[in-house]
């Protein structure tokens, strides 16, 4: 299985900055996905990263706001920008394994905007 | 669009019965996962179902795959309270394997 880690673990952040979060796996990994969960709620996909092309976003979801990094196999970073109070979810990094049979998740970012 | 349902969405159950959670999908898939997940932790990967008629168990949990019914069943035997977590259910897209849909979860609570 792939070890996933995710910086911050949480962070508390004011309304109209911008907070990056870095997901680094121990192996290299074609896809990555980046996927938001708002407080009670599923699951969302944000977007898919494939390194070396640019960030697959979701419909509701814009580059703009949440720009992506996908600079080797291992490594991809989310952006939140301009930050609003619904910006408040956990952000979970995940990654595709043998060939998309099992997917792997990180420990997630809490992110809450005051 | 593919859409995940899971019913119930929250269930209460006494220690030592047995229940089922559904999960049903609107298009074709033959992938199939089930995750659980705990208070304010991330997702551990319980399931994965990869074919019509797949059964897997481990522990007091047993899931299945019915492609052509497009339900998936998890089923607890003997609950304990331990099990008292939420419950996902995702689908992989038959056309792009790479985008995975969840089910609103199912929140399981195992009273003595």
């Known amino acids: 299985s792939a070890v996933i880690s995710q910086k911050p673990s949480r962070d508390i952040c004011q309304r109209g900055t911008s907070l990056t979060i870095q997901c680094q796996v121990d192996?290299?990994?074609?896809?990555m996905f980046w996927y938001r969960q708002q407080p009670g709620q599923s699951l969302t996909l944000i977007a898919t990263a494939n390194q070396g092309s640019e960030a697959t976003y979701e419909s509701g979801f814009v580059i703009d706001k949440f720009p992506i990094s996908r600079p080797n196999l291992t490594f991809s970073t989310l952006t939140v920008s301009n930050l609003s109070p619904e910006d408040s979810s956990i952000y979970l990094c995940?990654?595709?394994?043998?060939?998309?049979?099992?997917?792997?998740f990180g420990p997630g970012t809490r992110l809450t905007v005051t | 669009e593919l859409k995940v349902e899971q019913n119930p969405l929250f269930l209460s159950m006494q220690e030592g019965k047995n229940y089922t959670i559904y999960c049903n999908y609107s298009t074709t898939s033959d992938r199939l996962y089930w995750y659980r997940q705990d208070p304010g932790k991330s997702l551990e990967s319980l399931f994965v179902?990869?074919?019509?008629?797949a059964v897997k168990q481990e522990g007091r949990l047993m899931a299945s795959l019915d492609t052509k019914a497009r339900l998936s069943t998890l089923h607890i035997t003997a609950a304990v309270h331990d099990l008292s977590a939420t419950y996902f259910c995702a689908v992989a897209l038959e056309t792009s394997y790479d985008k995975v849909i969840f089910g609103p979860g199912t929140s399981l609570s195992v009273i003595p």
């Open positions: 179902l990869l074919s019509n008629g």
């Open positions: 192996s290299q990994v074609t896809m």
């Open positions: 995940s990654v595709e394994w043998r060939m998309g049979y099992e997917q792997y």
